[in-house]
């Protein structure tokens, strides 16, 4: 009688299994949104073969700031004070440009306290995957309305919200954000093409990902309810995408398309389904979000997109090398040098 050798488990281009992008268990309600965010982070990062050693997580504050501790546990973390998850990133990126910047964060965390240093962030085009995960109510307190919870929708007790949303798409589009994209967290298909376009994209990658609170916020009135989102969804387009690495484009319907490569050659595809949109047309994209706010509809897909706007360190002209690598000698100025600016300042 022979024993079943078990098989080699699949691996990527690096000679990794997706075990090695997980982390550890999670903690929050079954049935999370979140949760299912995050099996999506685990495949992109995954499928697009980064070393889980140069990728570093941010958060702040919440239920979705919880979420890093359950993917790439290879890799850095810093779970930051409510709202300033965004100052983290910005300096950790700007000392080692290498790095993979990703931040998740909630509708609170962002639209609230953090709106401040979010809107920082997006203007200067740091380099950071900025995941929100929202669902319209703070979790961790008792299911309260959030910035973020639309004019009208009710709680579970029956309180109605009579306070506009704050549109975090439109915002960032405003403020010049090159990556700006709506999904749903029950669009995994969806979802899994916007993450690996956002890990090639060289600046701020802003995802604002409805994900229902099934505890707090799933219920009839709703507006961010699984319900709700899977019968309002409409997608601008149907999205596949090509990392440099590979040669062949995802499986798209013929019909009309648009494609915009990244610097790096990986390259996105969008195939229109029922409008004409161009994801590349920063004032169409701000009209059509205007439109779909009065309308009521819930826009999924990639909103704007800008691959070859400068990032901040290439505004700045910051090196490649990690600053922490740079000899003293090269970023200490010179006795010299710093007699000739008191002698300015006299």
């Known amino acids: ?24 268990k999670s903690t929050l309600c079954l049935g999370c949104g979140h949760d299912v965010i995050t099996k999506q982070i685990v495949t992109a990062f995954y499928e697009m073969g980064v070393e889980p050693h140069r990728v570093a997580k941010f958060s702040g504050i919440g239920c979705s700031s919880k979420t890093p501790n359950y993917f790439l546990n290879r890799s850095w973390g810093f779970n930051g004070v409510h709202g300033r998850m965004p100052s983290l990133a910005t300096g950790a990126i700007l000392a080692n440009r290498s790095l993979v910047g990703i931040g998740v964060s909630g509708d609170g965390d962002t639209a609230s306290i953090g709106i401040g240093q979010f809107m920082h962030l997006l203007r200067r085009n740091v380099p950071l995957i ?75 990658a802003l995802l604002d990902v409805i994900s229902p609170c099934v505890t707090f916020n799933d219920h009839e009135g709703s507006t961010k309810s699984y319900k709700y989102a899977k019968d309002h969804e409409e997608p601008l387009h149907e999205i ?47 009209a059509v979000l205007h439109e779909s706010r009065q309308k009521k509809e819930f826009l999924t897909g990639i909103l704007y997109l800008a691959p070859e706007q400068p990032s901040l360190p290439d505004v700045l002209g910051m090196t490649d090398e990690p600053l922490h690598q740079i000899p003293l000698e090269k970023v200490r100025p010179p006795k010299a040098a710093l007699d000739a600016i008191m002698e300015s300042l006299r």
Request: charged share 20%; with cysteine; proline share 5%.
């Open 240 to 286: 596949g995408f090509v990392p440099f690495f590979e040669d062949t484009l995802a499986e798209i319907p013929p019909g009309e398309v648009k494609d915009v490569t990244f610097p790096d050659g990986s390259v996105v595809r969008f195939h229109s389904v029922g409008r004409d949109y161009d994801p590349t047309n920063r004032e169409q994209a701000l």
């Open 130 to 204: 900025y995941i929100v995960e929202n669902n319209g109510v703070y979790g961790l307190t008792k299911g309260q309305f959030s910035a973020t919870a639309d004019l009208g929708a009710t709680l579970k007790d029956g309180t109605v919200n009579d306070l506009p949303a704050v549109d975090l798409c439109s915002l960032a589009v405003e403020l010049g954000c090159a990556f700006v994209a709506r999904s749903f967290s029950g669009d995994m298909k969806q979802l899994q093409a916007i993450l690996q376009a956002a890990i090639a994209h060289k600046g701020t």
């Open 1 to 24: 009688m022979s024993a079943t050798v078990p098989s080699a488990p699949k691996t990527n281009r690096l000679g990794l299994a997706k075990s090695d992008y997980e982390g550890a």
